[in-house]
């Protein structure tokens, strides 16, 4: 185990952040990987490097991910007083 995996402890002094933990994970991923391709190729299993590979490349994708133009230029969501006024708009519509 390295040195990373000991900050996952949910239990005083080492409270981190579900994030923070997940990163540690991708760390400690990441080594595992960097210490399988020193290996020679016949000591690994093909199905475990696939694996360890498509999960490094989900947590990067999830921990790096930034928002596009589109993601924060787009369509605010519907606040809850316009909600109401339409649901209001709505039912008086209904019951005239």
Do not use: C
Not at 53 to 59: D, F, G, P, R, T
Not at 65 to 90: K, N, V, Y
Request: no cysteine; proline share 5%; charged share 30%.
């Amino acid at each position: 185990m390295s040195h990373h995996l000991k900050f996952l402890s949910t239990h005083p002094p080492f409270r981190v952040n579900d994030l923070s933990k997940v990163d540690l994970i991708r760390r400690e991923l990441r080594a595992i990987i960097e210490h399988q391709d020193r290996l020679d190729t016949m000591d690994t299993e093909i199905g475990l490097d696939n694996a360890l590979y498509e999960v490094l490349e989900i947590l990067d994708g999830y921990l790096d991910w930034e928002p596009s133009d589109e993601d924060i230029l787009g369509e605010p969501p519907m606040t809850a007083d316009e909600m109401h006024s339409a649901a209001w708009a709505e039912h008086q519509a209904a019951h005239s």
